[in-house]
């Protein structure tokens, strides 16, 4: 890692004050941020590489909150289901993933995200075949071999159908044996430090694929070990109706009941709820990840996420399981999630503006990394997102933020992760894109073989 200067940009800096320069500079050494400003700096060092940033848009690296990266590999499959029915269809062959599989499907999903300008992205992965090799281990080499910050959700099932939950039983997992494993998982990979790379949650896959029991455990042991917490939440109405027919209660009473609202949880979907509700989560600190494409393609509603930021909960962008979103892009994100919105709650609901910061800022506040990422500030780490806005798709369109949030998708021009260049010119240089969809092609068509057995 050397200095980098990018001058004569656009920038956005997402800082608390909303500043922005239309004539800028953002200057990075080794993985921190030294310079914002307009024009250019005062002192740049002889070996310093400058960018060219006429033309370009410079963002903080955008931030996904909420991933499957295993379902890579199943794209394409129940595409005129909503939840339930997806999950049932989808299961049988996701019991039968195993670790090379699952560095494919990752290697593609991180390669995706990279391209469209994420710099850090979680992963919840809870399916964990018996024999399937050590399915977190592949993924995290996937993310470390492409150049992203990871944060990798040790996930579980314990519900299985004949107990009365949703995932069949040869998926799920004893729960002295999910704990110990998260635990195990915590201890090797997580990483607490300032510039981590690489950080571990502990996340239960959802209320009706999990025992109240390993929900409680779950969080204690989060708790002991100083880690976040996530889950999936009021997802569909089918899931609410599931809850209050099982536990006797809506499902964000039922968390509740088990300790899972605070500042250090953050919960997927979470499109259906009170108004009660959303206060409490503005009351506790609890994170929300709005996945804008996979809600509407599974038919599953819009969140109210201007509620939501009204009342100060946290809320960050994902692209959700690419099974459920075949594209897997975050910058496309960002317009849906301003359509989305706006169709909920009228045309000024969502700015172009706001819908940056959901992907940005808001997304660093719900993996607890805001002092670190998300925003362009001095001391902050190096990841920057550069976006050309003066090309056939953004020419003419007089904000370059606009451009980038209600103009067509695009892949990013450069990205710096951690003060790494990852993709230069639109191409994603840590990796052969090529060699990355022919693992990908190969591995799908091996898994789908297997589950047609």
């Known amino acids: 890692m050397s200095a980098i200067l990018v001058a004569g940009c656009s920038v956005a800096t997402l800082n608390a004050a909303g500043i922005e320069h239309a004539d800028g500079h953002v200057l990075v050494d080794g993985d921190r941020i ?185 969080a204690a042991l989060a708790r002991r070990l100083g880690v976040r917490l996530h889950t999936h939440m009021a997802e569909t109405v089918e899931e609410e109706a599931y809850c209050i027919e099982l536990f006797g209660c809506r499902p964000v009473e039922y968390l509740e009941q088990h300790g899972w609202l605070g500042d250090d949880v953050w919960l997927a979907h979470c499109v259906h709820l009170s108004a009660a509700e959303i206060a409490r989560f503005g009351a506790t600190g609890t994170g929300v990840a709005h996945c804008p494409s996979s809600n509407a393609r599974l038919g599953a509603g819009i969140a109210p996420v201007r509620d939501l930021l009204a009342v100060g909960a946290p809320v960050g962008l994902g692209v959700d399981g690419a099974a459920s979103n075949e594209a897997g892009e975050l910058q496309i994100e960002l317009r849906q999630a301003l359509f989305a919105a706006r169709l909920r709650g009228g045309a000024a609901a969502m700015s172009c503006r706001d819908a940056l910061a959901l992907a940005t800022i808001g997304g ?46 695009r892949r990013v021009e450069t990205l710096v992760v951690a003060g790494r260049v990852v993709v230069e010119a639109g191409e994603l240089r840590t990796r052969s894109e090529q060699e990355i969809a022919g693992g990908i092609a190969a591995a799908s068509a091996r898994l789908k073989a297997r589950a047609a057995r």
């Open 364 to 409: 660093a506040r719900c993996l607890g990394r805001e002092q670190e990422i998300g925003s362009l500030e001095v001391g902050k780490r190096a990841d920057v997102a550069l976006w050309r806005v003066d090309d056939l798709g953004g020419a003419g369109i007089d904000d370059p933020v606009a451009a980038l949030v209600l103009g067509p998708q």
């Open 34 to 218: 030294v310079s914002v400003g307009p024009g250019r700096p005062a002192i740049v060092a002889e070996d310093t590489r400058v960018i060219d940033g006429r033309g370009l848009l410079a963002t903080p690296g955008l931030v996904n909150c909420h991933h499957h990266l295993y379902q890579w590999a199943t794209r394409g499959l129940a595409t005129d289901a909503n939840l339930f029915e997806w999950l049932v269809a989808l299961y049988p062959t996701w019991a039968r993933i195993d670790a090379d599989i699952e560095h494919a499907a990752a290697s593609a999903g991180l390669a995706a995200l990279a391209v469209s300008g994420c710099s850090t992205t979680m992963d919840h992965h809870y399916v964990f075949p018996q024999g399937g090799g050590d399915l977190l281990a592949a993924e995290i080499e996937a993310a470390r071999s492409i150049g992203l910050r990871f944060h990798p959700c040790r996930g579980s099932m314990d519900l299985g159908v004949s107990a009365g939950g949703l995932p069949p039983d040869e998926v799920v997992e004893d729960r002295d044996v999910v704990l110990a494993a998260t635990e195990d998982a915590i201890r090797r990979y997580h990483d607490p430090s300032p510039t981590s790379m690489l950080r571990v949650a502990v996340a239960p896959c959802s209320p009706f694929s999990v025992t109240g029991g390993l929900m409680d455990d779950a």
